[in-house]
């Protein structure tokens, strides 16, 4: 087997990109071969780096062409629990569109948003997830594709996490996915709802009557660590509204049961840069909460909002493009008459266990 993958690298390293857009399904066929194999042999990882070889030196020069082995080579990372191997790859983004030379489809494109979202939830990337999360759902398509309903899922959870609420999806997402995702999504708006409420009871209820959905679906731990960050955002509500508070009263207010455990939260919260402020032992446990300090200078500020106008101003164009050729696409349009959908995306053992890993983060 290592021989085999020593020549698998060997080919990775010196194919011509030029002659692989002449047979970009060969290529595609390739790089699901040497998942397969990788998999079959107990051994995901063994494809990770091969697959990453591939799709850099494929969509070069700037890697803004989403590839046929993006989302192999996403897959493989969450398997082999090495998803920062899928960065080199996934933190560019894709602005370009070339099914002919690419060897893509229009599953490509979701399951590559929708392994990307996985990774970048598993890594607490929240906002990257959710942007690519968002780009599955809202991806134009023939009909509603089971992995942008699986998609709208995790954006829901994802979208706690990042920031305490679910924004709603974009006018310029398709009816249909809209109509799905409130019909088939009922257990994670109502918990979303909960969670937005604040309220510590509501969400555990709502958490109880959507288990077995989370479970079945594989958002149980993502579920979980919701209810555990709504405790810290209603520490972070305090701030807003006090300027000293005891230890005590904090437990009582957030629903901890003890002093002490409330006493480490803040402590987390303080070296994460969550809360600011101070806890004074010799007042019997007093929290002094203090403003953030100010981050960034005028310059710095004007210089980065500049920098991300400017690229999404880029993007924005790209994706006018995309969208107007990807309205005169005939395979689109053949796709629309015919009704063709998209199938749910071959999850089994990507999820809870994916978002449950510290090693991850170190």
């Known amino acids: 087997m290592s021989v085999l993958f020593r020549h698998v690298m060997t080919f990775m390293e010196l194919f011509d990109p030029s002659h692989v857009n002449v047979v970009p399904a060969k290529m595609g066929a390739f790089g699901e071969a040497v998942f397969n194999l990788a998999r079959k042999a107990g051994s995901p990882n063994l494809a990770v780096r091969p697959l990453q070889i591939a799709c850099v030196r494929w969509s070069a020069p700037d890697g803004a062409n989403l590839t046929a082995c993006h989302p192999l080579l996403c897959k493989a990372s969450l398997l082999a629990k090495t998803p920062r191997a899928a960065l080199i790859v996934i933190d560019r983004d894709i602005s370009e569109i070339n099914p002919s030379a690419f060897g893509i489809k229009y599953q490509h494109f979701l399951l590559y948003h929708y ?7 598993g890594l607490r990337l929240y906002d990257r997830a959710c942007q690519f999360f968002k780009l599955c759902i809202t991806a134009p398509g023939p009909s509603v594709s089971a992995i942008q309903i ?17 924004p709603p999806l974009p006018k310029y997402t398709s009816p249909s996915v809209l109509r799905a995702s409130k019909q088939q999504c009922k257990p994670y708006l109502e918990f979303a709802q909960a969670y937005e409420s604040l309220s510590n009871a509501r969400i555990e209820t709502e958490f109880k009557n959507g288990e077995q959905a989370f479970q079945s679906h594989g958002n149980r731990g993502i579920a979980l660590q919701c209810m555990q960050a709504l405790t810290r955002r209603n520490v972070q509500q305090l701030t807003e509204t006090y300027l000293t508070l005891s230890l005590e009263d904090i437990a009582k207010s957030v629903g901890l049961v003890e002093v002490a455990e409330t006493e480490r939260l803040i402590l987390r919260m303080i070296e994460e840069g969550h809360v600011f402020a101070k806890i004074s032992a010799r007042d019997g446990g007093m929290v002094s909460f203090q403003d953030p300090p100010q981050r960034y200078t005028d310059v710095e500020t004007t210089r980065r909002l500049h920098g991300e106008i400017t690229q999404a101003m880029l993007l924005e164009n790209q994706m006018l493009k995309m969208d107007r050729s990807i309205a005169v696409s005939k395979d689109f349009v053949a796709k629309v008459a015919s009704g063709e959908r998209g199938s749910a995306p071959p999850s089994a053992g990507l999820d809870d266990e994916m978002f449950d890993t510290a090693a991850w983060r170190e």
């Open 115 to 121: 392994y990307g979202g996985m990774i970048y939830t």
């Open 150 to 166: 699986e998609a709208y899922r995790k954006f829901i959870l994802v979208s706690l996490l990042a920031h305490g609420v679910v």
